[in-house]
């Protein structure tokens, strides 16, 4: 499985041939550097190590200092390992944007934004009560979960029961993702739709 990191910029609008409008996400996508080769005799599976976005040496440890000088290359931030990688690469090539092409389908793995503490409304959509389209089970508390479920028998709540708790914060993986437009001169890509993250924050394409 190929792929690359990047980071997520933002969102733009894109009008394909047809004059049809995409809505876009912006994702600067590597220079990604091979930092390590794993193999099946060696570690037991083939994988790459991919490291992208540079960081300062003193902020780095010095075990990951000796780490990416076997590579040679500078400390990085993002570290990655992708299994059973299409192309043979070697200890300290590039991988750049122009591994994809427009028109591919991606999916996209990221870190959705925390919401903090969140109540079922928010948390899994429950209907709350007190007006028109709204659902029973409190009497004058709108956004309340209502009953759980449980009695005297069993005097538990269930495993599983959709309560408030923290919401957001999670990896999510957006499949199947068109690729309208590759910049491998800026290193972007745009990407058909919502990728998880907030601006700034890391993702993978896996290809």
Excluded: W
């Excluded at 600067?28 to 991919?50: F, I, M, R, S, W």
């Excluded at 059973?84 to 750049?96: A, M, P, S, V, Y």
């Excluded at 591919?104 to 903090?116: A, E, L």
């Excluded at 959709?162 to 745009?190: D, F, H, S, W, Y």
Aim: glycine share 12%.
């Amino acid at each position: 499985m190929s792929g690359i990191i990047g980071k997520k910029i933002g969102m733009t609008s894109f009008f394909d041939a047809n004059g049809k409008y995409l809505p876009c996400t912006v994702i600067e996508a590597g220079p990604c550097v091979v930092t390590q080769v794993k193999t099946n005799e060696k570690d037991g599976y083939n994988a790459l190590q991919l490291s992208f976005d540079e960081k300062k040496e003193k902020h780095t440890s010095n075990a990951m200092k000796v780490h990416f000088e076997k590579a040679k290359t500078t400390p990085k931030r993002k570290v990655v390992e992708f299994r059973h990688f299409e192309e043979t690469k070697n200890l300290g090539d590039t991988i750049t944007v122009e591994l994809f092409a427009e028109g591919d389908f991606v999916d996209v793995v990221g870190t959705s934004k925390g919401k903090g503490f969140q109540g079922v409304v928010k948390r899994h959509g429950f209907s709350g009560v007190g007006h028109a389209n709204k659902s029973h089970g409190q009497h004058d508390r709108e956004r309340a979960p209502g009953s759980l479920g449980a009695s005297s028998d069993p005097a538990r709540v269930m495993p599983g029961m959709r309560m408030a708790g923290r919401t957001g914060g999670n990896r999510k993986k957006i499949q199947n993702l068109q690729i309208v437009k590759v910049m491998p001169e800026k290193n972007v890509i745009l990407i058909k739709g919502s990728v998880p993250g907030a601006k700034g924050s890391y993702v993978v394409i896996e290809k």
